[in-house]
């Protein structure tokens, strides 16, 4: 994959992958296996974790660990930063690929909320109980790359005034994606989407995915702009002694559970953005969103 000048990654570097028992999460621990890496494929069920770690190891990939990791849970995750502490002493890449959609056609609290628990509170909190974990020696910088979307582009919100506050990109801050996610629950509760300028889930049943996304495409816009947030804050800490490097981007539509495998893109073709991003780390695009290995709008 790169000449081996390029190459500042042994079997010493620890990236840690969620949600990697299938889908684009496996074919990332792949790749980063096949780098050589030390890879921990995390997983919120023990079976579907062990499952997938032997497969890679049918295929010849022994530097890849097992932990469980429900990232919707706050106890597992510290269960996990614990245990990292304790077998690696620090890691240097976190992916956060973890994530679902919601399957009802009702857009209610209960189906809203594990969307957002799982694809935006679970991203912030993994990477919150993480980053003291993260190296300060890792050569460019230690990495955080999170799996979003498209569908988390600003064009799909109509709220012009989130649009606006949100393109600013210098300027978001991580109370403000909150209070952004909170806003969308409290529509959701009170059925006032419509009003609040969220994307409609009637836009969506031609889409794509073939079914609503409204909450899906909320939470990919909050991820996206709490990287920008999260690489704010880290610039504004001074003498921190420590480069972290954030990402966001879309693996594009890939053949996975999350559309019945109605994606056009292989698992291995949709791992390499993130992956390149992982290991490549471009100085000009951290805090950006990504696609095909380039910087796009969002
Ligand atoms: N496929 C695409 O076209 C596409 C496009 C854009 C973005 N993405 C994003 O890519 C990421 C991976 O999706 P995928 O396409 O690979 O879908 P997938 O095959 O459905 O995989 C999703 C993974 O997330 C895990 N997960 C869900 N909730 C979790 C939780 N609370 N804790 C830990 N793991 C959890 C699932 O575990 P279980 O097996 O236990 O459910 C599964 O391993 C997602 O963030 C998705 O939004 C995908």
């Not at 490097?245 to 559970?257: L, Q």
Request: hydrophobic share 40%; aromatic share 8%; charged share 20%.
């Amino acid at each position: 994959m790169d000449k081996e000048a390029e190459r500042w990654w042994s079997k010493d570097t620890v990236a840690v992958v969620t949600g990697a028992n299938k889908g684009l999460g496996l074919g990332i621990v792949r790749q980063l296996a096949k780098e050589g890496i030390t890879v921990v494929l995390t997983a919120r069920d023990a079976t579907r974790g062990n499952v997938a770690l032997e497969s890679l190891k049918s295929q010849g990939l022994h530097n890849v660990n097992f932990h469980p990791l429900d990232v919707a849970s706050q106890e597992s995750i510290l269960a996990l930063a614990e245990w990292l502490h304790k077998t690696y002493g620090g890691i240097d890449i976190l992916i956060n690929n973890a994530g679902i959609i919601n399957l009802d056609k009702d857009v209610t609290f209960e189906t809203v909320k594990p969307v957002l628990d799982t694809n935006y509170f679970g991203v912030k909190n993994v990477t919150k109980a993480l980053l003291p974990l993260l190296r300060d020696d890792t050569p460019g910088g230690a990495r955080v790359i999170v799996v979003a979307s498209i569908y988390g582009q600003l064009q799909h919100l109509e709220n012009k005034d989130y649009v606006k506050t949100l393109s600013d990109r210098e300027h978001i801050t991580e109370d403000f994606v909150d209070s952004f996610v909170n806003h969308y629950l409290k529509d959701v509760v009170d059925g006032s989407q419509k009003e609040g300028g969220w994307p409609n889930w009637t836009d969506w049943v031609n889409s794509p995915v073939g079914r609503p996304a409204e909450t899906y495409s909320v939470s990919k816009v909050a991820v996206i702009a709490y990287v920008s947030a999260l690489h704010n804050t880290l610039v504004a800490q001074p003498g921190s002694g420590k480069k972290i490097n954030v990402f966001s981007c879309c693996p594009g539509f890939v053949a996975t559970d999350i559309n019945n495998n109605t994606g056009t893109k292989t698992v291995e073709e949709g791992a390499d953005t993130p992956v390149w991003l992982a290991l490549h780390s471009p100085e000009e695009g951290i805090g950006k969103f990504w696609a095909d290995r380039k910087v796009v709008d969002f």
